[in-house]
Nanobody, 123 residues
Framework: QVQLVESGGGLVQAGGSLRLSCAAS????????MGWFRQAPGKEREFVAA???????TYEDSVKGRFTISRDNAKNTVYLQMNSLKPEDTAVYYC?????????????????WGQGTQVTVSS
């Protein structure tokens, strides 16, 4: 059974940084695309960033230049480095493992999800 465990969320002031981590277990990590999504209260879950098996990346427009997704296949871990955080980045952030090795940006392209970690950015 695949398990994804996020860590690294917290409270930070606007302009600050956080690094989220997601440790995966249960199937060969390096052969699957990974993604980060977020969900704010009263809103739908939205795409943030994704990385494919080979390290190719894509980002949602509002986080380009501020967030960086990376992966360490030896540690079965994917990261999300978040810089220049804004109050509108406040949400629960979810790590997800894709159904295939390619980059994917839609919720239904992912079949395993972590429990989420809260990120709160104060103004």
């Amino acid at each position: 059974q695949v398990q994804l465990v996020e860590s690294g969320g917290g409270l930070v002031q606007a302009g600050g940084s956080l690094r989220l981590s997601c440790a995966a277990s249960g199937r060969t990590f390096g052969t699957y695309g990974m993604g980060w999504f977020r969900q704010a209260p009263g809103k739908e879950r939205e795409f943030v960033a994704a990385i494919n098996w080979g390290g190719g990346r894509t980002y949602e427009d509002s986080v380009k230049g501020r967030f960086t997704i990376s992966r360490d296949n030896a540690k079965n871990t994917v990261y999300l480095q978040m810089n220049s955080l804004k109050p509108e980045d406040t949400a629960v952030y979810y790590c997800a493992q894709g159904r295939t090795s390619v980059i994917a940006t839609r919720v239904h392209d992912y079949d395993y999800w972590g429990q989420g970690t809260q990120v709160t950015v104060s103004s």
